[in-house]
T-cell receptor, first 115, second 114 residues
Framework: DAGVIQSPRHEVTEMGQEVTLRCKPI?????LFWYRQTMMRGLELLIY????????DSGMPEDRFSAKMPNASFSTLKIQPSEPRDSAVYFC?????????????FGSGTRLTVV | DQQVKQNSPSLSVQEGRISILNCDYT??????FLWYKKYPAEGPTFLIS?????DKNEDGRFTVFLNKSAKHLSLHIVPSQPGDSAVYFC?????????????FGKGTLLTVNP
């Protein structure tokens, strides 16, 4: 089991550019989450997919952020246009089923720096 | 409004001694609590959890205690080892049909000194 795979690990981009973060969940996991970690706010849920359908996107900061899950094995988080305040570590996580007995499995994260 | 609070940003403990990490929550609808451990440049990994119907859950060197009336939980690590040095996140879930969602504290950096 390769775990949750995120790419890229690091991304440095200029303000105004489009950024796309990618995630491959664990095979068989039907729930996928995007979290953002900042010093000020800690870990915040951005969006939650269940069976590829967005269920809760109330954490998405604004219209510049969008997320898709075209199939069970791939999701993207896009920021367009990016701003310096978007600099953070973005984590993807996946989970099998509805129970939280073992929480989620997180990827290693993408560290985004917008200059 | 932080619903899950970890008021100690850092904690330093001697190897072999007990580490106690604390967490407070404000949402009385939370009914499931988890602790995650995070090493630098890695994602958080699940450590231990507890349901609100229990007040204690133990797994090897790790024990989580839950005091519902005080809305407080703690993670005890005994004995502490240098490899336990990491950031520990408290997380909570439950209530209002949002049981998929984990609300995290900001974390406590634990340093175990040899």
């Amino acid at each position: 089991d390769a775990g949750v795979i995120q790419s890229p690990r690091h991304e440095v981009t200029e303000m105004g550019q489009e950024v796309t973060l990618r995630c491959k969940p664990i095979s068989g996991h039907n729930s996928l989450f995007w979290y953002r970690q900042t010093m000020m706010r800690g870990l915040e849920l951005l969006i939650y997919f269940n069976n590829n359908v967005p269920i809760d996107d109330s954490g998405m900061p604004e219209d510049r952020f969008s997320a898709k899950m075209p199939n069970a094995s791939f999701s993207t988080l896009k920021i367009q246009p990016s701003e310096p305040r978007d600099s953070a570590v973005y984590f993807c996580a996946s989970r099998r089923g509805q129970g939280l007995n073992y929480g989620y499995t997180f990827g290693s994260g993408t560290r985004l720096t917008v200059v | 409004d932080q619903q899950v609070k970890q008021n100690s940003p850092s904690l330093s403990v001697q190897e072999g001694r007990i580490s106690i990490l604390n967490c407070d929550y404000t949402n009385s609808m939370f009914d499931y609590f988890l602790w995650y451990k995070k090493y630098p440049a890695e994602g958080p990994t699940f450590l231990i959890s507890i349901s609100s119907i229990k007040d204690k859950n133990e797994d090897g060197r790790f024990t989580v205690f839950l005091n519902k009336s005080a809305k407080h939980l703690s993670l005890h690590i005994v004995p502490s080892q240098p490899g336990d040095s990491a950031v520990y996140f408290c997380a909570a879930s439950g209530g209002g049909g949002s049981n998929y969602k984990l609300t995290f504290g900001k974390g406590t950096l634990l340093t175990v000194n040899p």
